[in-house]
């Protein structure tokens, strides 16, 4: 079959060309969280242009979410080179996770569970292939996500994304690259280059009180457990003071091997 391409991409990066250069258009895949928020402030710090994409499942925490990453890129366009518009692009997943507490937020994962307690189906595959179509649609050849390469999943792995990455572009006769620029960093190394950002305006968190973190779910625990293992001063608001937190002492998937030091 031929690989002739089939749109005429709506450009908003610069010519083929100049793909994979410091000129070219990065999308960024943004969860609101941690690890996103800071790698897509990173390249914007080393000169990129920066494409940030949000994938919208229409899951229990999202409009909180979606806030929350306006917001902080509000924050870094107010503060920086400017930023192209949020693009938000919607994949319901409620027909095929029904009753699943991501859907209803009844019953989540509270802080004290593990880490697999907030595994979603084919969550990467998922918002791989809509993130990747947009690429592919918009003439940008790099997608990047802020995974570690520690994340325990089996959606997460460096096998995962090479196969999903030749897949895809043997599909649309692209030349798509899944760039995960910290799969070698330790949570601390993330952390620390987040320094100076505006962390408090980043959200994770399952079960949002009020547009607040809840305080009490596996999200809250783990952010709370990251904050408290690099010493760094917790920014986040919760809707639930947490006098102990279950997590300490255990850094979340894409944790670090480093030795930690905790607050008391
Ligand atoms: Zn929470």
Redesign the pocket.
């Known amino acids: 079959m031929p690989c002739s391409d089939p749109w005429k991409p709506a450009r908003i990066a610069n010519t083929a060309m100049e793909s994979g250069s410091s000129h070219a258009t990065v999308a960024v895949l943004v969860s609101g969280g941690l690890d996103s928020s800071i790698l897509l402030a990173d390249l914007l710090r080393q000169g990129r242009r920066v494409q940030p994409l949000y994938i919208r499942s229409h899951l229990f ?1 999202e409009a909180a979410e979606l806030r929350a990453v306006k917001r902080f890129l509000k924050a870094l366009a107010a503060d920086g080179p400017g930023l192209p518009e949020l693009v938000v692009l919607d994949l319901p997943v409620a027909d095929l996770y029904r009753d699943h507490w991501s859907v209803t937020g009844r019953e989540g994962p509270d ?1 004290g569970s593990s880490d697999d307690a907030v595994y979603l189906p084919g969550r990467n595959v998922l918002l791989l292939v809509k993130a990747a179509l947009w690429c592919r649609m918009h003439g940008v050849s790099e997608l990047a996500l802020g995974v570690l390469g520690s994340n325990p999943f089996a959606d997460a792995t460096p096998a995962f994304f090479a196969a999903f990455e030749a897949c895809f572009n043997r599909a649309v006769g692209g030349r798509l690259q899944i760039l995960r620029p910290f799969a070698s960093l330790t949570k601390r190394q993330v952390i620390d280059r987040g320094a100076g950002l505006p962390l408090e305006l980043t959200f ?6 009020r547009g607040l ?9 783990e ?1 709370r457990a990251v904050f408290q293992a690099v010493n760094a001063r917790d920014p986040t608001r ?2 639930q003071p947490c006098a102990a937190n279950p997590r300490s002492g255990a850094l979340p998937p894409g944790g670090n091997s480093e030795p930690r030091t905790l607050t008391p």
């Open positions: 925490w802080a994770s968190c399952i079960a949002p009180v973190h809840c305080g009490a779910c596996n999200k809250c625990g952010r919760y809707a």
